[in-house]
């Protein structure tokens, strides 16, 4: 079974947040309270690790060290169990000395929260910082619809198909960690579950602190996704051959496509477009309240 934080539930389809990532630059000391409750200052790093010994008995944590170029001095592990993972990273070998204090922490809220712990490493890194700010998020779309139905257009975008099956394929468009990067994958074989699901993740991406991206911009980046109306039918029972789910597909991408078929094999095809195709609309209420909840998160 799917584990979910805050998500809304909409004619059957999931729409959650899969994964956050939070940025900043965090001042070289910090003022905490000592065990008498007077006020120290002590290192940053050094209070974050504090954090973290203060709750062994919750979580696991594991230290790397960077020393290559754009990668980060410190970085942490932290293993809540069950599936929720947190990764913190600080002092980026970048272009200047100011890159040192650059901070980074990536999780899944659907695996990660809620979680008391988290949630105060956050707030910690957050509050004592500069500017710090919600650089990459992905919403995601659970449809409980097979992933042999649906079918996604081809746009202006990057795009890659990786298949072992019908069934077992997914699709990208776009690059990785940039505005409007799409994924559609069989989301019952990755989670091995008993029913039908298909996921729908889309990144939005900002590139600093003071950039701002409006919610129409994120609908734009939305592609065009076609489904069998009907799910419960397969191929088999729907007659549909393998080339003809080829000229199904590419009909869906230009529909001039039918002009150059027989007319018998165009009528076929065009009468699967009419009865049992529908374009996945997505239910843009709900991506806006999820969007404004990251946004406002720090």
Known sequence: MLRYYNQIVSNGCTYSVDKIIIKGSFRSEV?????WGETKTVPFLYEFQQILYRNEDVCIFQHYDGSGWMQYKDSWKVD??????????FGLNGYSGADLTRWKVEF????SLPNTVL?????FCSSNSSCPYVSEFDLAVDIPISRENFFLLKDKRKYQLIMNSVEDRTEYLGSRHEMGFCKLYNKQIESKLKEPM????MTVSVDNSDAV?????VLSRVPEIYYFDNYQLTHDELC???TDRVLLEY????PVVLSMLSRRKADRIKGYLDNHICRLELNQEILLQLYSWVVDLV
Do not use: W
């Open 80 to 89: 809540f169990g069950n599936g929720a993972v947190a990764y913190f990273a």
């Open 198 to 201: 298909t996921r729908f993740e």
């Open 213 to 217: 991206v409006s919610f129409s911009d």
């Open 108 to 111: 899944n809220p659907n695996k």
């Open 119 to 123: 949630e105060q490493l956050i707030y």
């Open 31 to 35: 003022q905490v309270l000592d065990f």
């Open 240 to 242: 549909l051959s393998g």
């Open 251 to 254: 009909a869906l991408q230009n």
